[in-house]
């Protein structure tokens, strides 16, 4: 927009009506907006990260923003993205929350991230030769919790057995 305003065009959104997580979510409409540059509240403010956001708490959506991101509610509030003004140039970064399918998107994440990781236990050890044990453990894949069981795999350890679905009998597997 005109010499370091920043327009928000339409958009919509769901966003809860009370300052509560447990609060109504409504679906709304918000309307194209200037937000002006100058050195007011609420302005976009040269020389700083300004933090341009939804605001609902009247009941009405408006765009709006400010340099001090804490002042954002989480229920009746959403960012939509951060402008930096040094005089007229604006440098926009759209990094407001977009919520479609969020979980997959944050499973790849964590998945790309930090791939398969352990959490607690599942410490391998070597009990005889060529005979391990492991402790009881809980890793993660992306967003998978995988817990795994004690295990020993010496003559020792306690009796494994498998199951067949062929002829649908149990058997003990001497190791």
Known sequence: SAAGNVKVNLGTGFIKITDSPNGLTRSFNW????IVAGALPGNIIDKETNYIYIDY??????????????????????????????????????????????????????????GFERASGGVIAEKLVRYLTSTD?????????????????????PPRYSYSLVSRRRRQLGF
């Open 57 to 114: 708490s009247a009941g009405v959506p408006v765009p709006k923003a400010t340099t001090d991101r804490t002042t954002i509610e989480l229920n009746r509030m959403f960012t939509l993205g951060r402008v930096y003004r040094d005089g007229v140039t604006l440098h926009i970064v759209n990094s407001g929350v977009n919520l479609y399918n969020h979980m997959r998107n944050n499973h790849e994440r964590l998945i790309g991230v930090r």
């Open 137 to 157: 453990g809980v890793f993660y894949l992306g967003a998978n919790k995988i817990a795994t069981t004690q295990q020993d795999t010496s003559p020792t350890g």
């Open 31 to 34: 309307p194209n907006t200037i």
